[in-house]
């Protein structure tokens, strides 16, 4: 059951075996952002080489770029107890039987990713409310030139407007 697979948005293309088991390659090009408008910082590969050995997805990743030009490639070669779990979770969610993950096993992860939001939209709230300018971001206020006082002052008059769902 070999398959040919081209993903548009990242560019990439690849064959399909068999469950858990394909070849992905992904070409690399460092100078679009060169001259290109919008990226938030640039970087750019002289020489890189890279292999991974992905224990947990059952996969092997190897990329090779010289001077901005290069290439990844993906193996997944193997079933996992991970990869395992996740047919498992496809086919209760095809089924219409999934429970969804518990909760004791994501909340850490949940709520840390709510409070990254929060201060996200903290910040964007100091740059279109307060004015707070920024030289790395024209979306966000810079809070590193704020005194520790002004900061949370900010913070206290955002948090009076805006809570979290838990919270209110």
């Known amino acids: 059951m070999m398959k040919f697979n081209y993903d548009k948005e990242c560019k990439s293309f690849g064959l399909d075996f068999a469950k858990w088991k ?3 390659f992904y070409p690399w090009n460092d100078w679009p952002q060169f001259f290109t408008k919008g990226w938030n910082w640039k970087s750019f590969n002289f020489l890189h080489i890279y292999f991974e050995d992905d ?3 059952g996969g092997y990743d190897f990329e ?13 070669w193997r079933e996992t107890k991970t990869t395992k779990e ?10 219409g039987t999934s429970k969804g993950i518990p909760w004791d ?42 005194t520790d006082e002004e900061f949370f002052k900010y913070y206290d008059e955002y948090n009076k ?8």
């Open 86 to 95: 996740l047919d498992a979770q496809i086919e209760d969610i095809k089924a």
């Open 105 to 146: 096993r994501i909340k850490d992860y949940a709520n840390a990713t709510r409070m990254g939001q929060k201060l996200f939209n903290f910040f964007e709230w100091l740059h279109t409310e307060k004015n707070i300018s920024s030289e790395q971001s024209d979306r966000m206020g810079d809070p590193f030139n704020l």
């Open 22 to 24: 394909s070849i992905w």
């Open 161 to 168: 407007g805006s809570k979290m769902d838990d919270e209110k």
């Open 55 to 57: 224990v947990m997805m």
């Open 64 to 76: 090779c770029v010289v001077l901005g030009l290069g290439f990844r490639i993906r193996i997944n």
